[in-house]
């Protein structure tokens, strides 16, 4: 008497995930091309939903935006806050981006296990900034949207050590309208920082006093 497998062939399972069938959810997919092309591809969807939320991803050094590429290439939702320096040799100068923050890249997925273990599986990932081991600390979105807006005039911007000093700003006119941020002075220019809290340091920029609504 033959011996029967309990292996399912691979396009038994495709075929009942074609027809919708439950069952194939219980089904092993390893080994199985056709099925593990669709586990890839839904949670690739899951990674890329809209109502994500932002978390701050650890990386190693000089990996930044290799390891962004990566999670592009994942289908996750990768930002790496950069600015272009001038680098000038005897013969030639050249533009280069650097890290705003070095070591660090954020990331918009939505909040699940399953997930936050494919992103660390990703070449130069290293771990989530958390509060309690193993429980992600989600970046405030706001923060996010302005550090984005000040990247996007193309001004030159500074990184400072976390400050909490001064009045509480909204930019309202010009590339910056709508940012939320702090105002400080530094000798005769004002500066508006965005403070980014969970990495404890502020972005700054000169700005003009007349464009600032205080809260």
Known sequence: M?????????????????????????????GCPLAEQHEGARVR?????????????FVRSRHEFVTTEQLRKLGVEAFLPSIGKTRRWSDREKRIQ???????????????????????????????????????????????QSLRMMLETGENIDVFPHLF???????????????????????????????????GRSVGMRINAEDLEQH
């Open 98 to 144: 650097f890290p705003l923050f070095p070591g660090y890249v954020f990331v918009k997925v939505r909040p699940s296990a399953e997930i936050f273990l494919r992103i660390l599986k990703v070449p130069g990932s290293v771990s989530f900034v958390t509060q309690d081991p193993g429980r992600p600390v989600q970046v405030d979105p706001q923060e996010m």
């Open 165 to 199: 000093e001064g009045a509480r700003v909204t930019v309202n006119r010009g590339p910056l309208n709508g940012a939320e941020g702090i105002l400080m002075q530094k000798n005769e220019n004002h500066i508006f920082l965005v403070n980014i809290n969970i990495l």
């Open 2 to 30: 033959p011996l029967r497998s309990n292996v399912v062939p691979c396009w038994t399972i495709e075929q009942k995930r074609l027809r919708g069938d439950p069952s194939v959810v219980a089904q092993r997919v390893q």
């Open 45 to 57: 969807r899951a990674m890329n939903e809209l109502n994500g939320n932002w978390y701050a991803l």
